[in-house]
């Protein structure tokens, strides 16, 4: 099945040298990790040496010539790679934490930066304040400093914090950093001594530190949620405010930093420099392996010093050799190991610029963008690391997204969803990420799976598979799929219906239990009016206002230059969700191009139980849906009609099974018919509406019950009739057309229908049939309707109804001149039901124009050169024999005419080359529709036996 789906799916050329890079977005970052990962594999052979080395060589060989410096570098070094290589086999965690390339650097936000560098200067004051001199308190201190700083900045904790205290940090922590900075204003700090300061002396530091504190209070005051502060910040500053107060507020957090330093003295100072780099340094680390990678080199450098000094002792010893060798060759192995380490962590600082210029690329949008090429990244990292190096594994961002979708983690399968979404909205990899798709059976399996999820926590992952099946399914074969409809069915279900109670089905539900008086006063008590008071003033304090994300609106000469500057490396934001994301709609528009794609996915799709019936419910304009809003109902209404028309629309014998089915529905009708008598419906549902009543009038007794409801016929008659405004636009003459091939359907061999549609008041219907014959875009619509007529109500038609069609007998005539296939046999079987109803006009019109001899040959060559039936006209030899055999009933010279013209040859090659096909009016695909009551074969020999009387 497989292989049958891989040939189902259009195969890409080679692209254009200009499409490759838009095509292999990813290349780049692919190659920088290809140069990156080999320093970590290198480094990390070199330190599987170096221990092999160590405790074979050194350790093995020279137990006792070993120095004491030699053999503590040795130790510290076997216990480094001992536990480096542990992590790598035993826990993979545990060196994606401590000993890993990738991310041996990350990077703080902007404003966390400048608040922990702030809390440093804060504590380095406190400190020198305290006069405390003692290393290890120091290195405590700092310790605290971390363990500070990870608690107040939220993207540095692990794990994350949860929202509530994150907003409430970000809202709160400039506010802190301030009031931490008050003792180091209040004390002048020298080398020597600590003096109080006097007022006049602390005047210019007391006032920048009160400047401070006040733009930092208004800008957080500004952020909070009260409506008073909201409006009148929306009257001053509007959204320039988002901008700006970020601007002011990291210039306060860097004048915050600088004023401690500033206002220091002597070491004092410089200890504080120091304390704020040192602390910098540890807190870019993302993990130990650049410290550790310093520890290797330092301590091989030692080695190398150790063994310089006592080279010339080693060498009077005969016993100790090659132990200088052995040791420097050891030490090149951790030295090279520790560089590879520091430059690969350096380089892949910079891997962010190709990460952001991937994820613009790529088409990714917003913060979430970022993530799916960091976790990319990490793929290709890990992929590198695991395969060869010489021939390294294939990547891309599409078989990162399948492997994401079929990995077990429901989070990575949400982001696997949401790229090849990405990905088949982007023409590039659109084919390839259908081909990679559709070509795996595994991986469609667990992609439609996913629309059968139906928890709450699983509700964005349903959607987004339901979105990336919509996109495959015009390229899907489900066949193979177990259980593939029954799950795209059951997108269908999760809109809420009212439940209505019949008397005489429903017993009732029993009553709900009254509260406790306990109870009563506990649910009382939660919604006192001091308790809400209480948490609206938590809310309007501790959550700060949801600001706006793009600046759009902002006409700032500054901030347009900003805008320039970061235009090359901002994201998109991300596209916000419609209406059209709704599971239903997505539900009927996979199902709607599934069955355009095979027709083995159209009879799966009649198989699912009660599928169509949930269709049809939705065409209903009295919905008792409750958890949808009004412009969903209607886009579910016409994707309902959309979709029954597409089925209706199936030919061969499948398509006669599915209008049956269609048709059997009780409602369905009555649907139909409020949405052409509801005045507030679109064009479009009336469209789709006659569309839908032509496919299902091609039934018999579907036709039958559609004439019974007048309003159909009424409201059909008006839109095939109306002559206003809206009818001359394109979307009025579709709906002219369709309404109009729907009356025509409904017209055949319906007596009853046909009265129906003349007794239609407000309209002279033979009248306006005979205008729009004249018409060329409505004529053969009408002429078929008008032999309708002439055939089933001939009796029901007045004098001046047979005078209109007398008008048209040379337009008509003139038109079979120059027609051929399906227009041909139309117009000549509206000509041999005029010449039927009025057959001294016709004669007229044929003597007196001087056309019967060319009139009749026309009809004898059009017989012979429609010899061989075809579905697009299968009764053309049948019209044209009836025609001959009106004319020749009517007045025998006429079948002297045809004979002398060839009628009796033509009649006996039609006698020697019967077809089933000219049994039917019209065929749908093979299915032959609507079959006459007389075999051709009758009629040939009618013809026969009138040309032998002459």
Not at 101 to 122: H, Q, Y
Not at 683 to 704: F, H, I, P, V, Y
Not at 914 to 933: C, I, K, T, V
Request: proline share 4%.
């Amino acid at each position: 099945m497989a292989s049958a789906a891989e040939h189902r799916v259009p195969m890409p050329a080679d692209p254009p040298a200009g499409d490759r890079k838009a095509a292999h977005p990813e290349k780049r970052l692919d190659r920088f990790v290809h140069s990156v990962a080999p320093m970590e594999r290198l480094g990390n052979a070199l330190g599987m040496f170096a221990l092999a080395w160590a405790t074979i060589v050194l350790l093995g060989g020279y137990p006792t010539q070993l120095r004491r410096q030699h053999f503590l570098i040795t130790t510290i070094v076997i216990f480094m790679e001992g536990v480096g290589k542990f992590c790598r086999n035993k826990n993979r965690l545990d060196y994606q934490l401590f000993f890993r390339t990738r991310g041996a650097f990350r990077s703080l936000g902007p404003d966390a930066l400048i608040l922990l560098v702030c809390f440093f200067n804060v504590l380095a004051c406190i400190d020198s304040i305290w006069g405390n001199n003692n290393v290890v308190d120091k290195l405590a201190l700092l310790m605290m400093i971390l363990v500070i700083g990870t608690i107040l900045f939220p993207e540095t904790a692990i794990p994350p914090m949860c929202n509530p205290l994150r907003h409430t940090l970000s809202l709160w922590s400039p506010v802190v950093a301030i009031v931490l900075l008050c003792p180091s204003v209040l004390y002048r700090v020298d080398d020597d001594s600590i003096d109080r300061l006097s007022l006049k002396a602390s005047t210019t530091k007391l006032t920048v530190y009160l400047i401070l504190s006040v733009v930092v209070l208004l800008l957080t005051v500004s952020r909070l949620q009260f409506p008073r502060i909201v409006k009148l910040v929306d009257c001053t500053l509007g959204n320039k405010i988002v901008f700006w107060r970020r601007v002011i507020m990291n210039l306060c957090m860097l004048a915050a930093m600088v004023l401690p330093i500033v206002t220091s003295h002597g070491d004092v100072r410089g200890a504080m420099i120091m304390l704020d780099i040192f602390g910098l340094m540890i807190a870019s680390f993302g993990n130990l392996q650049i410290p550790a990678a310093v520890v290797r080199i330092g301590l091989a450098l030692w080695g190398l010093i150790v063994i310089r000094q006592y080279s010339h002792d080693d060498h009077e010893n005969v016993d100790q050799t090659n132990l200088g060798k052995s040791q420097l060759i050891f030490y090149l192995m951790v030295l090279g190991q520790g560089i590879l380490y520091i430059v690969g962590g350096l380089l892949e600082i910079f891997s962010f610029i190709l990460r952001r210029s991937l994820t613009r690329h790529a088409g990714f949008r917003g913060p979430q963008g970022l993530e799916y090429v960091n976790l990319y990244y990490a793929y290709v990292f890990d992929k590198c690391m695991k395969g060869a190096v010489l021939a390294p594994e294939k990547t891309s961002l599409i078989t990162f997204a399948v492997d994401s979708l079929n990995s077990g983690s429901p989070k990575k399968q949400l982001y696997g969803l949401k790229m090849l979404l990405t990905f088949l909205e982007k023409d590039p990899l659109k084919t390839k990420a259908i081909s990679e798709l559709t070509t795996s059976i595994k991986t469609m399996t667990c992609l439609i799976s996913m629309l059968g999820w139906t928890c709450e926590g699983d509700k964005d992952i349903r959607l987004c598979a339901a979105k990336v099946t919509a996109k495959l399914a015009d390229n899907l074969y489900i066949v193979p799929i177990p259980g593939a409809m029954q799950l795209i069915a059951s997108l269908l279900d999760t809109t809420h219906r009212q439940k209505l109670k019949d008397p005489l089905l429903d017993i009732g539900s029993p009553k709900a239990k009254q509260d406790s008086p306990i109870q009563q006063v506990r649910r009382n008590g939660h919604t006192s009016p001091m308790l809400k008071w209480l948490k609206e003033l938590s809310i309007y304090c501790l959550i700060p206002r949801k600001e706006p994300t793009n600046m759009d609106e902002q006409n700032s000469h500054v901030l347009r230059c900003w805008k320039r500057i970061t235009k090359r490396w901002s994201v998109p934001e991300e596209e916000p969700s419609t209406d059209q994301d709704h599971l239903p709609l997505l539900g009927m528009l996979i199902l709607g191009k599934l069955a355009s794609f095979d027709l083995e996915n159209c009879i799966e799709i009649s198989r699912a139980t009660g599928l169509i019936s949930k269709i049809i419910e939705f065409t209903s304009s009295r919905t008792e849906m409750t958890n949808i809003n009004e412009t969903q109902q209607a886009l579910l209404k016409g994707s309902s009609l959309e979709l029954l028309t597409r089925f209706s629309s199936t030919k061969g014998e499948f398509g006669v099974i599915m209008r049956q089915r269609i048709s059997e529905h009780p409602f369905l009708l009555s649907h139909l018919a409020d949405i052409l008598d509801d005045s507030g419906s679109s064009q479009e549902l009336r469209e789709l509406t006659s569309e839908l009543l032509r496919n299902l009038a091609m039934e018999g007794n579907t036709k039958e019950e559609i004439g019974q409801i007048r309003v159909i016929i009424s409201r059909l008659m008006h839109a095939f009739l109306s002559q206003d405004a809206l009818s001359s636009t394109d979307s009025g003459q579709r709906l002219r057309m369709k309404s109009g091939q729907a009356l025509a359907v409904l017209a055949m061999e319906s007596a009853n229908n046909c009265s129906v549609m003349l007794e239609e008041p407000g309209y002279v219907f033979i009248k306006e049939l005979t205008l729009m014959i004249h018409s060329d875009r409505y004529r053969y619509v009408a002429s078929i309707l008008l032999r309708n007529m002439c055939v089933h109500v001939r009796p029901e038609l007045f004098n001046s109804d047979l005078k209109e069609i007398s008008y048209i007998v040379r337009e008509v005539l003139e038109g079979i001149m120059d027609a051929e296939g399906k227009e041909l046999e139309v117009l000549v079987d509206l000509s041999s039901q005029i010449y039927n109803a009025t057959p001294d006009d016709f004669a007229r019109e044929l003597e007196h124009g001087q056309i019967k001899e060319t009139f009749i040959k026309r009809l004898v060559n059009a017989l012979n050169s429609n010899m061989v039936p075809t579905a697009h006209c299968p009764g053309i030899r049948r019209v044209i024999v009836e025609h001959a055999i009106y004319m020749m009933e009517s007045n025998t010279v006429y079948a002297s005419c045809f004979k002398n013209c060839g009628m009796m040859e033509a009649l006996l090659v039609v006698e020697r080359t019967p077809s089933r096909a000219e049994n039917y009016r019209f065929f749908s695909g093979d299915a032959g529709l609507m079959e006459h009551s007389i075999p051709l074969s009758t009629l040939v020999a009618r013809a026969k036996e009138l040309m032998d009387r002459e």
